[in-house]
């Protein structure tokens, strides 16, 4: 084992994982002046850069707010962290630095590369990356990382180090490659979509280095109908006000486009408010639409007022034909009714169909799909001005290991590049500092 110890070769910063967050988190490393290399379990980096936006990468949102996100930690040291990048410097850095052209989408506020490619996001990066004189390594999953104690003989044992700058770490490949490096930047993500690399291993490292993890749980996730009649609406999107509820407290509203599937329930505003009915504590939550409807009446009124119309005909002038069958049917409501005879009852159960319809809930799609994750290393286990470890000195972690997640128009990627700079920068003065010293 010393000898091969011995052969190893040792980096003032090693960062784990080649995907958004690590590879800004070594651009800004290596800019720092760090050696820095990049672990890469993948033979590919980047692959969610790649499939990310439907392969067009939204690469950041263009407005953003501290309630775009949600951790279970300080909200304040979340904004600490953002005020690190303000939102138009990080565009500039794509535009200017990189030279990635960028447009916003008018109806979404989402911004894109001009070329409508996430290949071009990942060679901008890869290729700022290399200027930096950053090495990137793939097929280099990391198995072990274990810390040295400064003082143990096969740390000394390594001839490539200076003297005074003796590394921290030892990280072991499954292949038998091992790196010293006195800094560790880890950006192993979480556990959404692991066909990509993903798969939660970075989170057990974390843990078994004795940080606290948040419980993690898919987040902008489709759900699944337990009532086939809602399934049997698949293709219809329209506009709806989706509030999550715990009893009678509201969660969090949002009004954006909901889609169903042949599944059950998909769209922005599901993918949103998903994280809520997939936490470990989500007994008694539920999901209830507003539909909102092509001229957003007032219901109530429409019905009252209805007269000799039916109720079919007056609500599809607001709503997909098929969806007020849909309604009218778990209402008990006959749509060809005229709106004068409806009970009271019956109006007020139509009523709950529009504008509280408790959505029937039959599981998630998982992490096969989820975009994201919630949950991970709990940011009270971060010192958020460097995004050091509280509990391992020299190690630094950032993008979606951290328990911070953002909604659907990107917000992760904007959390990715915040974090990934910041724990590079950090990372790079440190490891500059020690070898001063
Ligand atoms: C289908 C899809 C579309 C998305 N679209 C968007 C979008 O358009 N806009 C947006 O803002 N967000 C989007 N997201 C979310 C966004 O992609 C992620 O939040 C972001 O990529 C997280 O970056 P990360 O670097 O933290 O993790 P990841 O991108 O997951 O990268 C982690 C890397 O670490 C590597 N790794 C893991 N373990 C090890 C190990 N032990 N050793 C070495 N390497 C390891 C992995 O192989 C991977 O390359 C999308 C997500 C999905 C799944």
């Not at 209402?331 to 009714?337: N, Q, S």
Request: charged letters at 25%.
């Amino acid at each position: 084992m010393k000898s091969e110890v011995a052969r190893a070769a040792a980096w003032d910063c090693a960062v784990v994982g080649a995907g958004a967050a690590g590879l800004v988190a070594a651009l800004f490393a290596a800019r720092g002046g760090a050696r820095t290399i990049v672990l890469e379990a993948k033979e590919k980096p980047g692959a969610k850069i790649r499939i990310s936006g439907g392969g067009r990468c939204n690469v950041l949102p263009s407005v953003v707010e501290l309630a775009d996100f949600h951790t279970s930690g300080s909200t304040h040291a979340l904004r600490n962290v953002f005020a690190t990048w303000p939102l138009e410097r990080v565009r500039e850095f794509f535009e200017d630095e990189l030279g990635l052209a960028l447009y916003v989408e008018p109806d979404t506020g989402k911004v894109f590369p001009k070329s409508d490619d996430a290949g071009e996001v990942l060679e901008r990066l890869l290729a700022a990356l290399h200027g930096a004189g950053a090495r990137l390594e793939c097929g280099a999953k990391l198995a072990r990382l274990e810390r040295l104690d400064p003082a143990a003989s096969d740390a000394r044992a390594t001839t490539e180090v200076a003297p005074g700058s003796r590394p921290r770490f030892r990280l072991s490949a499954d292949d038998g490659r091992e790196f010293l490096a006195r800094t560790v930047i880890l950006a192993t993500g979480g556990l959404s979509v692991p066909k990509t690399g993903s798969d939660g291993h970075g989170l057990a490292l974390a843990r078994e280095l004795g940080h606290a993890l948040v419980p993690t749980h898919p987040a902008l996730v489709p759900l699944f109908s337990a009532d086939p009649r809602f399934a049997g609406l698949s293709g219809i999107a329209l506009r709806v006000r989706l509030t999550a509820k715990r009893g009678d407290r509201e969660l969090e509203t949002r009004e954006n486009d909901f889609l169903f599937t042949h599944k059950g329930f998909s769209g922005p505003v599901v993918l949103d408010l998903s994280r809520h009915v997939t936490a470990p504590d989500a007994s008694g939550v539920r999901l209830c639409a507003h539909w909102l409807g092509e001229h957003r009446v007032d219901y109530d009124e429409l019905l009252r007022r209805g007269g000799k119309k039916t109720v079919g005909g007056l609500l599809r002038e607001e709503l997909p034909r098929r969806l007020v069958a849909v309604l009218c049917a778990r209402a008990g409501v006959d749509p060809e009714r005229k709106a004068s005879e409806l009970s009271r009852e019956r109006r007020q159960a139509l009523l709950r169909e529009l504008v509280d319809c408790e959505l029937p809930l039959a599981g998630d799609d998982g992490y096969r799909t989820a975009e994201a994750t919630a949950g991970g290393v709990a940011l009270e286990e971060l010192v958020t001005k460097s995004l050091e470890s509280r509990r391992v000195p020299g190690l630094y972690l950032c993008g979606e290991i951290v328990d911070v997640v953002g909604r659907i128009g990107g917000f992760n990627f904007l959390w990715a590049w915040v974090s990934g700079r910041l724990a590079g920068r950090s990372a790079a003065s440190a490891s500059l500092l020690a070898s001063e010293s």
